[in-house]
């Protein structure tokens, strides 16, 4: 009977990390979370975030979660990432309120994030400073030409699955 307070108390400190484990096949994944905790709805997976993505318009803003796996991250404070969808669709992920980062680490992890998908649209001087944060070479920057309409997603809580 006494091992059961004991047993809480450690259950209590694991979940007070902020890392649990999460069950992926046979293996045992080590899931970080950053921002607010995912509120445990259904997320959707590449495929239909794409679908979903392709039917806004630039005026719409919907409240969803999805599944995708991070292409790159801001190397400079991980402060954003871009993340794969289906096909050669890619989502920009910034934080809510700028109020938590991600590891720069993370390319080629798997994300679960919750919040805002919208399509806004991207100047050329944010597209080239974002390509700086991503690393590219001056060559690559200088590449990018005009603004462009883009998918953007604004999480209030990320859970990277390493």
Same mark, same amino acid.
Request: overall charge neutral; some cysteine.
């Given at each position: 009977?006494?091992?059961?307070?004991?047993?809480?108390?450690? /259950?209590?400190?694991?979940?007070?990390?902020?890392?649990?484990?999460?069950?992926? @096949?046979?293996?045992?994944?080590?899931?970080?979370?950053?921002?607010?905790?995912?509120?445990?709805?259904?997320?959707?997976?590449?495929?239909?975030?794409?679908?979903?993505?392709?039917?806004?318009?630039?005026?719409?803003?919907?409240?969803?979660?999805?599944?995708?796996?991070?292409?790159?991250?801001?190397?400079?404070?991980?402060?954003?990432?871009?993340?794969?969808?289906?096909?050669?669709?890619?989502?920009?992920?910034?934080?809510?309120?700028?109020?938590?980062?991600?590891?720069?680490? /993370?390319?080629?992890?798997?994300?679960?994030?919750? @919040?805002?998908?919208? /399509?806004?649209?991207?100047?050329?001087?944010?597209?080239?400073?974002?390509?700086?944060?991503? @690393?590219?070479?001056?060559?690559?920057?200088?590449?990018?030409? @005009?603004?462009?309409?883009?998918?953007?997603?604004?999480?209030?809580?990320?859970? /990277?699955?390493?």
């Amino acid at each position: 009977m006494k091992k059961l307070p004991i047993a809480l108390l450690a /259950i209590l400190v694991l979940l007070s990390l902020g890392t649990t484990r999460a069950q992926s @096949g046979k293996e045992t994944a080590k899931v970080t979370k950053v921002g607010a905790p995912l509120s445990g709805k259904p997320l959707l997976g590449p495929e239909a975030a794409t679908e979903l993505f392709e039917s806004l318009s630039a005026s719409d803003t919907i409240q969803t979660g999805f599944k995708a796996r991070v292409l790159e991250v801001c190397q400079m404070k991980g402060c954003w990432m871009r993340v794969a969808l289906a096909g050669d669709e890619t989502v920009m992920v910034r934080f809510k309120d700028y109020g938590f980062f991600v590891p720069k680490d /993370i390319a080629g992890k798997e994300v679960w994030v919750e @919040g805002k998908a919208f /399509i806004t649209e991207m100047p050329e001087d944010e597209r080239r400073h974002m390509a700086r944060d991503a @690393g590219k070479s001056e060559k690559e920057v200088m590449a990018i030409r @005009g603004s462009e309409l883009a998918p953007e997603f604004e999480a209030s809580g990320v859970s /990277i699955i390493r």
